[in-house]
């Protein structure tokens, strides 16, 4: 037992130690300054902000500035992943403690679950006009991230795809949706075309079963149908 009138030093000095500083409080002091203390309430207190119940953070924080391989996790009610970073496969994932491969790629962010609702990712936009929310995927041969760098034809944009479980793996896809440059792009000319493919029986890939090109033809089977001149036709 250890008075409340003293103090458990750490490092053979006198500037690192550990001192019940009054009733039932704790205070942590490194090189003759304190670090932080624990009240008696349970309470933390790091200099001259405090944590008590809830954690309000009204500044900076970084978290695992060394990168070090160790993972960060938020439980909630009724998950015990509800937010999961794997620190040593770089995934942030929603809803379970491991990143999943599909098509021979794992995410670096995943929503994971086993229902309806753990399984739904919404975005939603709540505000008094026309404007929609948005999903965006952005294109550019820069390898630097935010510079912008001019496609050339062919470059594929996008793609959504639906990958399953075969028995084996989650390689295997059953359709996909994707956009491509269909042409000679420049600044502000940017045609583009989509592409609708679907798996037949047998296979485990897609071909393209149905295209809109960046001349508003529709082209089943390779055979191009022009509907119209205009949409609106």
């Given at each position: 037992?250890?008075?409340?009138?003293?103090?458990?030093?750490?490092?053979?000095?006198?500037?690192?130690?550990?001192?019940?500083?009054?009733?039932?409080?704790?205070?942590?002091?490194?090189?003759?300054?304190?670090s932080?203390?624990?009240?008696s309430?349970?309470?933390?207190?790091?200099?001259?902000?405090?944590?008590?119940?809830?954690?309000?953070?009204?500044?900076?924080?970084?978290?695992?500035?060394?990168?070090?391989d160790?993972?960060?996790?938020?439980?909630?009610?009724?998950?015990?992943?509800?937010?999961?970073?794997?620190?040593?496969?770089?995934?942030?994932?929603?809803?379970?403690?491991?990143?999943?491969?599909?098509?021979?790629?794992?995410a670096?962010?995943q929503?994971?679950g086993?229902?309806?609702?753990?399984?739904?990712?919404?975005?939603?936009?709540?505000?008094?006009?026309?404007?929609?929310?948005m999903?965006?995927?952005?294109?550019?041969?820069?390898?630097?991230?935010?510079?912008?760098?001019?496609?050339?034809?062919?470059d594929?944009?996008?793609?959504?795809?639906?990958?399953?479980?075969?028995?084996?793996?989650?390689t295997?896809?059953?359709?996909?949706?994707?956009?491509?440059v269909?042409?000679?792009?420049?600044?502000?000319?940017?045609?583009?075309?989509?592409?609708?493919?679907?798996?037949?029986?047998?296979?485990?890939?897609?071909?393209?079963a149905?295209?809109?090109?960046?001349?508003?033809?529709?082209?089943?089977?390779?055979?191009?149908?022009?509907?119209?001149?205009?949409?609106?036709?």
């Open positions: 037992i250890i008075k409340a009138t003293k103090k458990l030093y750490f490092d053979g000095k006198s500037d690192t130690y550990i001192q019940e500083v009054s009733g039932d409080n704790i205070a942590f002091v490194t090189n003759d300054s304190e932080f203390r624990v009240t309430s349970g309470a933390t207190t790091y200099g001259s902000h405090s944590v008590s119940g809830a954690l309000s953070v009204n500044y900076g924080a970084v978290f695992n500035e060394t990168s070090n160790s993972d960060f996790r938020v439980e909630s009610n009724g998950e015990t992943h509800m937010l999961f970073v794997d620190a040593g496969n770089n995934n942030v994932i929603i809803g379970h403690s491991a990143p999943v491969t599909t098509i021979g790629q794992t670096s962010f929503v994971l086993t229902g309806n609702g753990d399984s739904h990712l919404n975005i939603g936009r709540f505000s008094a006009n026309t404007s929609p929310p999903l965006t995927f952005t294109k550019s041969r820069s390898g630097t991230i935010g510079t912008s760098t001019l496609v050339v034809d062919g594929a944009c996008g793609t959504i795809g639906w990958a399953v479980g075969d028995g084996a793996d989650f295997s896809y059953v359709a996909t949706i994707g956009v491509h269909d042409g000679t792009a420049a600044e502000n000319d940017t045609p583009g075309r989509i592409e609708f493919n679907t798996t037949a029986d047998g296979s485990a890939g897609s071909i393209e149905m295209r809109l090109d960046c001349s508003q033809d529709a082209h089943f089977d390779q055979d191009v149908i022009a509907f119209s001149t205009t949409p609106s036709d």
